[in-house]
């Protein structure tokens, strides 16, 4: 379960405990949303939209009139606060319903990520917005560098986990193998998980007794599988629910967090509040804010942009100085460190008065002639999809002389690029997502990455503009295949 959806989980129980009206509005699930796992309170509305498509694929209209009623139901004579993050979808909705509908919204954006997909919905939408909340005070800078007219009122709120009473007891490592636990997706870009088995290996060959345990799933995971067979100091086990991976914690020694980025990570502050000691790579938010080296947890020297191998010993080194170090007594400090600062009480407390503050507001109004919808094609472009997509897809494209292409990536800028496929010759789109292979977008098959070689095509075009850094250090996985690889944005700034 993604950690905005516990964010959100939490805050509506929250919220409802302190006799606030709460409800929750619950899209179709996907790869990237998996159900939801946490018990909701009985106070808190559901509004269920699971009937309706995906929202990252559809037209914002589809989900005016379910917001609506939401807002109807919840109103009881005053305004309602609309909590929004993570996808441009709900801020389009929201925009949509205050400039047709002239509902009563106070709307508050936030910043959950440090990454260019995050940031540019929240200033693309920053007109709507009566608060922007931030969840980590490096969060809180960068947002105020995008935005700055607001950055003096941009909130810091860090997110709220549910904290132990006392910490799980830990055995002494003398004599016994350490305990590992990676719980979380399994993906290339964000999380990095093809570092885990570079960790292992590299622990094994200094000779530390371990066991790495892997919980989750996700399209990177035939690829882990594949790179973990042979490694007997790793174990798999499908995705747990939160209650399943609270037990992990308290039974393991250390939590090990490889990711290129995270906002603050809700898995990470979790594993703290349990004592179980997070090893993290750096990430530009939040990491810093949580993790005292030596004290509550390991930092790896591993940036965001180094690879899979490289992050792999810059971890081991972590967990080999972590080793050293009285574990029982770090736990304990984790647990303390995480009912001090990032408590779920103490997160519930800051929602309820920054909600009670935009309640006093005056409605806000949504700029004439500014596209509701971030992806709306317009010649500008968009937040995910630049103008000149199409003019440099088919400049690259062409200058291969009709032969066989293949594009990854199935996501907006693909679809952006649909009034100029019939000039080429493509023949499939490979996408990591395992839940759409199979499917076809653009009349062609959507298909497993380390297939495309067996589809007849001799390049691969990488169509993304926000993640296309990512996927071109991963080109090995075509050029194994025999492929040639282009990218689109070179020249740019893709971050």
Not at 68 to 83: E, I
Not at 154 to 173: D, K, M, Q
Request: glycine share 8%.
């Amino acid at each position: 379960m993604s950690g905005v959806a516990r964010f959100a989980v939490r805050l509506a129980n929250g919220l409802a405990a302190r006799g606030r009206r709460a409800g929750l509005l619950l899209h179709a699930a996907t790869a990237a949303i998996p159900p939801l796992r946490l018990p909701l309170d009985d106070r808190v509305e559901v509004f269920d939209c699971g009937d309706l498509p995906p929202i990252e694929d559809a037209d914002p209209e589809l989900f005016v009139e379910r917001y609506a009623l939401a807002s109807d139901r919840l109103a009881a004579g005053g305004p309602v606060a609309v909590v929004l993050g993570q996808h441009a979808g709900p801020f389009a909705v929201a925009a949509e319903l205050i400039g047709s509908r002239s509902r009563d919204f106070r709307t508050v954006g936030v910043a959950h990520s440090d990454n260019g997909y995050d940031t540019r919905v929240l200033a693309h939408y920053e007109p709507l917005l009566h608060a922007l909340v931030a969840v980590s005070g490096s969060l809180r800078s960068s947002i105020a560098s995008l935005a700055p007219r607001r950055a003096e009122s941009i909130e810091l709120i860090p997110y709220g986990v549910e904290v132990p009473a006392t910490s799980h007891s830990r055995e002494p490592t003398g004599g016994r193998p350490l305990r590992l636990l990676y719980a979380g997706r399994l993906d290339h870009y964000q999380k990095r998980v093809l570092a885990l088995p570079g960790l292992s290996r590299e622990l094994d060959r200094r000779g530390i007794a371990h066991r790495l345990t892997i919980v989750g799933d996700g399209p990177a995971r035939d690829d882990l599988a594949r790179e973990c067979e042979g490694t007997a100091s790793i174990s798999f086990a499908p995705a747990a629910t939160p209650a399943q991976v609270a037990s992990l914690l308290d039974a393991n020694d250390a939590f090990v967090l490889p990711s290129r980025f995270e906002g603050l990570s809700i898995a990470m502050l979790e594993a703290l509040a349990h004592g179980c000691v997070p090893v993290v790579a750096p990430s530009r938010s939040g990491t810093a804010e949580a993790v005292l080296p030596g004290v509550t947890g390991e930092i790896a020297s591993a940036t965001p942009d180094c690879d899979e191998r490289t992050t792999g010993l810059a971890l081991a080194d972590a967990v080999d100085a972590l080793r050293r170090r009285d574990l029982g007594e770090m736990a304990e400090r984790c647990r303390r460190h995480a009912q001090q600062h990032f408590s779920i009480e103490t997160h519930t407390d800051r929602w309820c008065a920054l909600l009670d503050r935009v309640a006093r507001e005056p409605p806000r109004t949504w700029p004439i002639g500014r596209p509701a919808r971030f992806d709306a094609a317009s010649a500008s472009g968009s937040g995910s999809v630049p103008a000149d997509a199409a003019e440099r897809f088919l400049r690259v494209a062409e200058s291969l002389g009709g032969a066989a292409i293949a594009l990854h990536g199935a996501g907006a800028h693909t679809r952006a690029l649909e009034g100029s496929i019939g000039r080429i010759n493509l023949v499939c789109i490979a996408d990591d997502d395992r839940q759409r292979h199979g499917e076809t977008l653009l009349g062609v098959p959507v298909v497993d990455p380390n297939h495309v070689g067996s589809t007849g095509v001799q390049h691969v075009v990488v169509s993304t503009h926000l993640h296309e850094p990512a996927v071109w250090r991963r080109r090995a996985i075509y050029e194994r295949q025999g492929l040639t690889v282009h990218r689109l944005y070179a020249d740019t700034d893709a971050r």
